[in-house]
């Protein structure tokens, strides 16, 4: 048994862009077996923002999307994923701006790797921005794993990681297949047989 314990970090925005990029729903448990291979994980963490109810008005779209992202997150924690969100912040334009999301998933990385709460972090992330916080997390003797997809991979990220896994490879993994609804077209005199045997 392998008993390198290992943390996942997911950057939900980043990964978000990138899935709805290419159209594709993952399954997160399928996902996080994936990247954590045979080792053992401590846990999983997913990093988000989400609006304050009280900028959105109930019954609008963005009220629906809102409930939707809820209900999404809510599921999420049930699968054992601990989620940690910020809020959205609402320019006067009525635009949304995310905030402290980095921060937070930057604060969580260093200080779990001071604490020793990993051997191994898993960044599911392709944000440059990360890069500092992963070497000074390796400083700390700490190995650092990036996972993302290509629509959303940082260069500078991956070449400093002590491992580098290109998601689009691996998508049969923990990619859903939506299941297309099968429907038979019925002939005229199909039908006409089904009302007579009523």
Same mark, same amino acid.
């Given at each position: ?18 899935? =709805? ?17 045979? =080792? ?15 900028? @959105? ?52 990385? @260093? ?88």
């Amino acid at each position: 048994m392998n008993y390198e314990k290992v943390v996942i970090l997911i950057d939900g925005s980043n990964l978000f862009h990138a899935i =709805r990029y290419m159209n594709i729903k993952i399954d997160y448990q399928k996902l996080l077996d994936f990247l954590k291979e045979d =080792r053992r994980l401590v846990r999983a963490y997913f990093y988000g923002a989400v609006p304050q109810e009280r900028d @959105l008005k109930k019954n609008s779209p963005e009220w629906e999307s809102y409930i939707r992202q809820r209900r999404f997150l809510e599921e999420l924690s049930l699968q054992g994923i601990k989620v940690k969100l910020a809020k959205l912040r609402k320019l006067p334009s009525g635009e949304y701006i995310e905030k402290e999301v980095d921060i937070m998933l930057a604060t969580d990385m @260093l200080s779990m790797a001071y604490m020793n709460v990993f051997d191994t972090v898993v960044l599911v992330s392709g944000d440059s921005d990360f890069s500092y916080t992963v070497e000074e997390v390796q400083r700390i003797g700490k190995r650092v794993e990036n996972a993302t997809f290509k629509k959303t991979s940082s260069y500078q990220l991956r070449k400093i990681c002590d491992r580098f896994l290109l998601l689009d490879d691996y998508m049969d993994r923990f990619v859903v297949e939506e299941k297309m609804e099968v429907t038979q077209e019925v002939s005229f005199w199909e039908k006409i047989r089904k009302l007579w045997k009523r």
